[in-house]
C-alpha cells in the first residue's frame, strides 16, 4: 500500500468503478476513498500529490465514462455526513461539496428560499453542480454562489470569495480544484410557491430525457444559436447506433447503451459525432462527458 498508515483503513485497492456509474461500464479505480472528515479528504489528496498519483472525484457518476482499463490513481467520494451537510443561513444555504444537488433543491424550497428550484431533475452533487455551473433556461447555479472552499492539489484549503470565481457557460475557473463547502445567496419566497415551481421543472426535465432505469447519459450540450436535433439531422445522425451503443432518436443529445457495450465503443461513438457534425455543419458539438 502507497499510502500511510494513517489511511490504510480507508483506501481500497482495484475497486470496481462500473456500478458507480450511470453507465455500468468501465474498469477499476488502482486507489479509491470514502473520507469521512475534511482533514481526511485533505490528507489524502497531499499523500496522492506527495506520490504523483492522480486525483478524481466521483460524484453520482451521470457524466462519467471510465475506459476500460480503468484509472490508475485515486478516486474520492464526498458522500459521507460530514462532508455532504446542508443547513440554512442569514442568506441562503451552506453545503457540503458531497451533498446531492437534489437534497439542496428540496432543503431551499422547504426553508422558503428561492433561485435553485428550477435546477430540478439535474443529478449529481452540489459540488460538481459548482464546477460545471449546471443551467436550465432560468439560471445557473453559479448565479446563486457566494463562496466556496475548495481541496487544491497538495491538499490545501482554499477558500474563493464571489469575486474570484468566474462562472460561464457550463463551466467554472474551478476545474483542477474539489469543492468541499458551498455558500449560496438565496431570496425569501413562499415555501408553496417554490414547490410549484420546482415541480415544474421536473416535469420538464423528466420529459426531455430517457426514462429513469435507462443506461443512458446526455452526451452533449446544445450549440449556441442552434439545437443538437439539427445538427445531428444535418449530419445525418438522427438516431445513429453502432453495435449496442446508439443516440436517441427521440432525445437529442442523449447515448443509450445496452448489452455488452464498452467504454471504448462509446468514446468512439461521441467522437464519431462530433467529427460528422462539424464537417457537415461546421458546429462543433461540445460534451460534457468526462473521460477517465
Known amino acids: 500500500m502507497v499510502f500511510s498508515q494513517r489511511f490504510q483503513h480507508l483506501v481500497r485497492v482495484n475497486e470496481p468503478l462500473a456500478p458507480l456509474t450511470w453507465l455500468q461500464i468501465g474498469g477499476e479505480a488502482k486507489y479509491f476513498a470514502e473520507p469521512h472528515t475534511l482533514e481526511e479528504a485533505q490528507g489524502l489528496v497531499a499523500e496522492a500529490n506527495q506520490k504523483s498519483i492522480p486525483v478524481r472525484l466521483l460524484g453520482d457518476g451521470s457524466n ?49 428560499l428561492a433561485g435553485l428550484e428550477y435546477l430540478a431533475g439535474i443529478p449529481g452533487t452540489i459540488g460538481g453542480a459548482v464546477v460545471g455551473n449546471a443551467a436550465v433556461k432560468n439560471g445557473d447555479v453559479g448565479s446563486r454562489v457566494h463562496r466556496v472552499k475548495a481541496i487544491n492539489s497538495a491538499g490545501e484549503l482554499v477558500e474563493l470569495q464571489r469575486d474570484a470565481l468566474q462562472f460561464g457557460f457550463r463551466r467554472s475557473n474551478l476545474d483542477d480544484l474539489i469543492v468541499v463547502e458551498v455558500e449560496l445567496t438565496l431570496e425569501p419566497t413562499p415555501a408553496d410557491t417554490l414547490v410549484r415551481r420546482m415541480q415544474a421543472a421536473w416535469i420538464v426535465k423528466r420529459a426531455a430525457q430517457p426514462a429513469s432505469g435507462t443506461r443512458t447519459l446526455q452526451a452533449f450540450i446544445e450549440p449556441d444559436g442552434g439545437s443538437i436535433g439539427e445538427a445531428l439531422e444535418a449530419a445525418d445522425l438522427k438516431g445513429y447506433s453502432s453495435g449496442e451503443v446508439s443516440l436517441s432518436s427521440q432525445f437529442p443529445g442523449f447515448l443509450l447503451v445496452g448489452g455488452d457495450a464498452t467504454s471504448e465503443q462509446v468514446i468512439e461513438l461521441i467522437q464519431k459525432v462530433q467529427r460528422s457534425v462539424e464537417a457537415s455543419t461546421g458546429v462543433q458539438l461540445q460534451s460534457q462527458v468526462r473521460i477517465w
Open 64 to 112: 462519467i465514462i471510465v475506459r476500460s482499463a480503468g484509472f490508475e490513481g485515486l478516486v474520492l467520494n464526498l458522500s459521507n455526513a460530514a462532508l455532504a451537510t446542508i443547513e440554512t443561513t442569514a442568506s441562503g444555504l451552506l453545503a457540503g461539496g458531497g451533498a446531492k444537488l437534489s437534497h439542496v433543491i428540496s432543503k431551499s424550497v422547504g426553508a422558503g
